[in-house]
Each structure stands twice: as C-alpha cells, then as structure tokens.
C-alpha cells in the first residue's frame, strides 16, 4: 500500500527565504519525493520570498506549486494548503525545518494501517541546550497537561494523543470537514494550533502514530509577532487562552479538576500558579504582574471558550474504517 500513496507537502513561509532554500533542499533531496509541493506564502509583504520563488524555484522544481494568501497567520496559510493538496498524504514541514532523507520513508509505512490518521517525527532543534533524552512525548499526563517532549523522544514507534506541527502528515481520507482553527489566537504561528488538531482526530478514534526514527533538523526563526523568550500580557493572553480551550475542549470534568488544581498549585511561565509566582518572583520579578494578568485572564477565557470548542469543533473528521 504504502508505494501506491501520493503524497502532498505543504510549507507555510513567511520571511525565512535563507532556511526556505534548505527547506526546499531536504525535501528534493529525500528518498521518497512528493507528488505535490505547495510553499504557501504572502505576496503582498514578503517581495524578496515571492521573488525568489518565482524566478528561482519553480524552473528547478518541477512538482512545486505556489499558493499566495492575503491573510496573516499560520493557519489560514495551512488551511489554504489543505484546499489545494490532492494527495492520498498531506504533510506539512515548517520552513525552518529541513527533512532527512529517509523522512518521508519513515512516516508512510505508519499508514498501511487503515486506523492511522496522522504521524509525525522528531525534530532536533537547533541551537538547543543539551536535553536527556526521553521515551515519553506527545501524551496527555495525570494533571490533563499535553506533553510534548518531541525533539528529545527515541525509541520505537508509538501511539500518541499529539504530534508536532513543524513535522506531520495526515491521511487525508481522514479530514472529512477538518480544518485548522481560525478561532486560536495570534498573528504569527498560533500555538496549539497542531494539537487541537490532533485532539480531534483523537476524539473520533483515529490512530496518530509517533516514530522518533523519521527526523527534521529544525532551526527556530525568530517570531515576526511576539519575540521568542518574551513575557508580555498580549503573547501570555494568547498562549493561556489557546492551550487552555484546545485541552480542556474534550475532557471530562474529573480531568478538568486535575488541570485547575495544577494550575493553581504550579501552573505555566505564562500562566504562573503558586510555584510559577515564586519562580517568576526570582528570575523576572518586574514583568511579572503583567504575565500574571495576561495568563490568567487568557486561562479564564479559555475555560470558556473550550465549551464552545467541544460544541462547535472546527469541523468533524471521517469515521473509522470498518476492518
């Protein structure tokens, strides 16, 4: 089965024309190729990407397609990439990630099982300070807290509850009226955005399959929004309000108890409990009013916001296959 899928890639760009390059390297460079690439960009205030685009790349590629959008953010450019991919397999591969040869090999055996409705890999970052290395990633714990974990996780493959979004590919039998949530905060790349997706797909059953072996060398851009390492109300707002509706959208209430005992007794760097305050008090004691304002309210809000998220989903996937 797994010879016979075609297989579309979607890249998301906006600013990154240097990695964008290597980007579009690793995947012309990988064993398996794709039979349709769609680098999603914005015409109108990113002239030096179109450019290049246009006068460089697609001469060299033959299978790239251009998709220009007019509306800010990751997700609508996602979304755009979900209408046009024609593809048995969408995978979607940030712009400053770059595949290894053998990505997409390792990640389309995972969907000669019917049940299978995404995988995804590890990403090893770089830049980043040396971690311990783990089995666990991609489940939700005790506390109803989402762990990633994907760029330190080895071993076999397994089933997950989320795989992350620099690095996945979907079934796209699967999707039925499923798409990315215009819903989630943020300018740039909204954070949950991936996970809520999978969260969904979870909720009808389908299998999401994690294999550490299928890797991207990852190199974090800056954010052209919200500084990375930054605290300030607007991006703690943001994070508190997205992460708290996408997880408790579907959780039971003795699940959501665990998560708002947690939250008070430790809680987030952007959304501080008891521990987080102490912490914050310590190494960032003058903005902290401000991420205690931003996250807290964001949490909140979020609480709310996830009863409209378990009624109201951002469509609902296909059902299973009978086997």
Known sequence: MTNTLTVSIIIPTYRRLDILIQCLQGVYAMEQQPNQV????????????????????CPAYSTLQLVPVFKPGQIAAMNAGLEIAVSDIITI?????????????????????INVGAAGGRDIVDGHPPVKETTQAGYIDFWGNVIGNHHTVV???????????????????TLGTLHFDERL???????????????????????????????????????????????????????????TATQLAYYPW??????????LVVGKRYCPGVYYILHGLLKRPRVLPEILMGGWSGFFQGWQMAKEFNRNPPGIPNILPTT
């Open 254 to 263: 003795h699940l959501k108890l665990r998560y708002f005992i947690f939250q």
């Open 155 to 173: 071993g076999d493959a397994r089933e997950v509850e989320t795989i992350k979004g620099c690095n996945w590919a979907v079934r796209r039998s």
């Open 93 to 113: 591969i940030d712009d400053d990630a770059v595949p290894h040869p053998d990505w997409l090999s390792r990640l389309l055996p995972h969907f000669d099982d």
């Open 185 to 243: 905060l943020g300018k740039g790349a909204q954070i949950a955005n991936e996970s809520w997706f999978c969260l969904n797909l979870r909720h009808q059953g389908w299998k999401i399959i994690l294999d550490p072996n299928a890797i991207v060398d990852h190199y974090p851009a800056p954010q052209l929004d919200i500084q990375r390492g930054s605290w300030n109300k607007q991006k703690c707002y943001e994070q508190a309000y997205n992460v």
């Open 38 to 57: 769609l680098v999603i960009y914005r015409p109108d205030d990113d002239l030096e990407t179109g450019r290049w685009l246009n006068e460089v790349a």
